[in-house]
Nanobody, 116 residues
């Protein structure tokens, strides 16, 4: 059974940093791309970052380029999202995601609030 568990969210001031983690189990982690999505209140869920199987390739939404960085540790079956220079508009629930055999799998999310 695929399980994804996010952690690391919280309240941070504008300009601050957070690192999110997503611990995976129930599948061969190194075989799959991993994604970070976010959903702000009243908005649709959007793709924030994608990282390839061995972390060689990453892609980011334009809104976070240069501020966020995805990485992964296949030995620990964990994917990370380092978020720097946070802005109030980054406030959202952040979700870990992977797509396996035609099905999306999601964690329950972790809330990031950027506010002074």
């Amino acid at each position: 059974q695929v399980q994804l568990v996010e952690s690391g969210g919280g309240l941070v001031q504008p300009g601050g940093s957070l690192r999110l983690s997503c611990s995976a189990s129930g599948f061969t982690f190194s075989t799959y791309f991993m994604n970070w999505y976010r959903q702000a209140p009243g908005k649709e869920r959007e793709l924030v970052a994608r990282i390839s199987r061995f972390g060689v390739t990453t892609n980011y939404a334009d809104s976070v380029k240069g501020r966020f960085a995805a990485s992964r540790d296949n030995a620990k079956k964990t994917v990370y999202l380092q978020m720097n220079s946070l802005k109030p508009e980054d406030t959202a629930v952040y979700y870990c995601n992977t797509y396996i055999s035609g099905m999306d799998h999601w964690g329950k999310g972790t809330l990031v609030t950027v506010s002074s």
